[in-house]
């Protein structure tokens, strides 16, 4: 049983991506103790550069901040493949606001898959592309975790999906990008990461 307030977690889609997908994360999320919302990226055509769409979430988060924050509840942020790139971009304008961060189906490293749309967002999830040289690192204040797919058909190579920094990591074995979020399994891991996050570093896991 949770002896802190119980944090409030903000879920955002990926690219091609809507909120209306995440109604049983959502459900699940709260079960386990959470507040939970979501949001859109607008637009999630692929073609903007992802940083046109880090100011949405920068302003998402400053609402949860302005809600939540004066009752000491902690912030987690779930993002899904750019949805996570786009956060953490955000994240980095507001160090200490965000607890958590975790990360499915992410080319934090990119994906050589990115050559098959050439537009500026594709060429934001290349591999070694300046949006993510720009926003490699993850904020003092903020701890990450990353569920990956070995068998994912967008990420080339598959463990570009694991950050770094990640202190908790997942591996699942289902394949069709798109629906990594919907599975059971998948959310079973991103709980799972969430949870393990939420134990202080100096108490071990």
Same mark, same amino acid.
């Given at each position: 049983m949770r002896s802190?307030?119980?944090?409030?977690? #903000? !879920?955002?889609?990926g690219m091609w991506d809507s909120p209306t997908r995440y109604g049983t994360l959502i459900r699940r999320l709260e079960a386990a103790g959470?507040?939970?919302?979501?949001?859109?990226?607008?637009?999630?055509?692929?073609?903007p550069s992802l940083e046109r769409l880090v100011p949405q979430v920068t302003a998402q988060l400053g609402l949860l901040h302005d809600l939540f924050g004066s009752q000491g509840r902690p912030i987690e942020v779930v993002g899904f493949s750019m949805g996570a790139l786009v956060a953490l971009a955000a994240i980095e304008d507001r160090p200490g606001w965000v607890?958590? #961060? !975790?990360s499915v189906g992410t080319p934090h490293g990119g994906t050589w898959a990115a050559l098959l749309w050439p537009t500026p967002c594709g060429r934001d999830f290349l591999p070694r592309s300046a949006?993510?040289?720009r926003h490699a690192r993850v904020p003092e204040g903020t701890r990450i975790g990353s569920v990956a797919s070995r068998r994912d058909h967008i990420i080339w190579p598959w463990r570009s999906a694991l950050h770094p920094q990640a202190e908790v990591t997942r591996v699942v074995e289902h394949g069709?990008?798109?629906?990594?979020p919907l599975l059971l399994p998948v959310q079973d891991a991103l709980i799972e !990461?969430?949870?393990?996050?939420?134990?202080?570093?100096?108490?071990?896991?």
């Amino acid at each position: 049983m949770r002896s802190e307030p119980s944090p409030v977690c #903000l !879920v955002i889609p990926g690219m091609w991506d809507s909120p209306t997908r995440y109604g049983t994360l959502i459900r699940r999320l709260e079960a386990a103790g959470r507040t939970a919302v979501t949001m859109a990226l607008t637009p999630a055509s692929g073609v903007p550069s992802l940083e046109r769409l880090v100011p949405q979430v920068t302003a998402q988060l400053g609402l949860l901040h302005d809600l939540f924050g004066s009752q000491g509840r902690p912030i987690e942020v779930v993002g899904f493949s750019m949805g996570a790139l786009v956060a953490l971009a955000a994240i980095e304008d507001r160090p200490g606001w965000v607890r958590t #961060l !975790v990360s499915v189906g992410t080319p934090h490293g990119g994906t050589w898959a990115a050559l098959l749309w050439p537009t500026p967002c594709g060429r934001d999830f290349l591999p070694r592309s300046a949006f993510s040289r720009r926003h490699a690192r993850v904020p003092e204040g903020t701890r990450i975790g990353s569920v990956a797919s070995r068998r994912d058909h967008i990420i080339w190579p598959w463990r570009s999906a694991l950050h770094p920094q990640a202190e908790v990591t997942r591996v699942v074995e289902h394949g069709f990008h798109p629906k990594l979020p919907l599975l059971l399994p998948v959310q079973d891991a991103l709980i799972e !990461v969430l949870e393990l996050l939420a134990v202080p570093k100096d108490q071990g896991r």
